[in-house]
């Protein structure tokens, strides 16, 4: 489960697609005809937008943005206990074979992790770096182990949820911090010798985490704005600030095919060991549970549904 997909629910979702469930792996049951890439008992991750490579978004390395990337999805979704990958997924690259070593549930974490590593593409950084994570669920979580990976020398995290501080803290992290606390920028300052964070990505659709982030980060850095903000969400920006920073503030939305491929590497060598963030499994009979479940967040990351 997305947190996107909660917004599908009971939020406002910001973007056009409601299906529910973009995270899927599972087994061939079926082919077309004239597939002969793939074959009935395969194991695979399917990826529910594609782009076509060829216009000119794809061209310029903006894939996600691409027309078809948004008409292509699984059908009805990949949230049923069967879906219909489409002709054109399969044949631009949307579904990826996953070794005999590699977990469904492993492999369900392919897209949100290929995600991450999109937004890291967006913004420079060195070895050494800081970093301030917003929002420390599951997508949270990947950006602090891309973040170890990269072998950054300061990881803050930030939640209100308790039960999410606590497990950040678990992966050796410089530091978690409520959100709601008074003297959290002057904890910033002190870990950063005054000059605040290099980079700060905001994993939530929370827009006061946005401007927590731009208070934050330093002079000419980065803020990445990673989570999915609600339907029609409006926010005022202090804009002299940005300005006299001279801060970037980037956005980035899903994964391309190279992305994908990349992430679908990371936890095949066991770089990023997405299998620690799994709290939680439903059966997919039980998803209204699971769905419930992973809106209160109630001692729980990254909630599986399983056949």
């Not at 995290?157 to 959100?179: G, Q, Y």
Request: proline share 4%; aromatic share 8%; glycine share 6%.
């Amino acid at each position: 489960i997305c947190g996107s997909d909660l917004e599908k629910v009971f939020g406002e979702y910001g973007q056009p697609s409601m299906r529910l469930g973009h995270e899927p792996a599972g087994i061939i049951i079926d082919v077309g005809p004239n597939v002969t890439t793939f074959k009935k008992g395969d194991r695979v991750f399917t990826h529910h937008h594609v782009p076509c490579y060829s216009c000119h978004l794809c061209n310029h390395g903006n894939e996600t943005m691409c027309p078809k990337y948004y008409e292509t999805n699984l059908s009805p979704c990949g949230l049923s206990e069967e879906y219909v990958v489409p002709q054109w997924n399969v044949e631009h690259g949307g579904v990826l074979k996953i070794p005999d070593s590699m977990s469904f549930e492993e492999a369900a974490m392919i897209e949100p992790l290929a995600c991450c590593v999109r937004a890291w593409t967006k913004y420079s950084y060195r070895e050494g770096d800081s970093v301030a994570i917003f929002g420390v669920g599951p997508t949270g979580m990947m950006h602090v182990m891309l973040a170890q990976s990269k072998k950054f020398s300061k990881i803050f995290c930030f939640d209100v949820n308790e039960f999410r501080l606590k497990f950040a803290k678990k992966f050796n992290i410089t530091d978690s911090i409520n959100s709601l606390d008074e003297k959290r920028k002057e904890k910033i300052l002190e870990y950063t010798e005054g000059l605040g964070v290099d980079i700060a990505i905001v994993a939530t659709s929370s827009l006061k985490a946005l401007e927590d982030a731009i208070d934050m980060v330093r002079k000419g850095g980065a803020v990445m704005m990673f989570g999915v903000p609600s339907k029609d969400a409006n926010i005022i920006l202090n804009m002299s600030k940005i300005y006299s920073k001279e801060i970037t503030l980037v956005t980035s939305y899903a994964a391309s095919d190279n992305d994908t491929k990349e992430a679908l590497r990371l936890i095949e060598s066991s770089k990023i060991d997405v299998k620690q963030l799994v709290t939680h499994t439903y059966t997919i009979s039980d998803s209204q549970k699971a769905f419930e479940h992973a809106r209160s967040g109630d001692n729980a990351m990254k909630i599986i549904i399983t056949k």
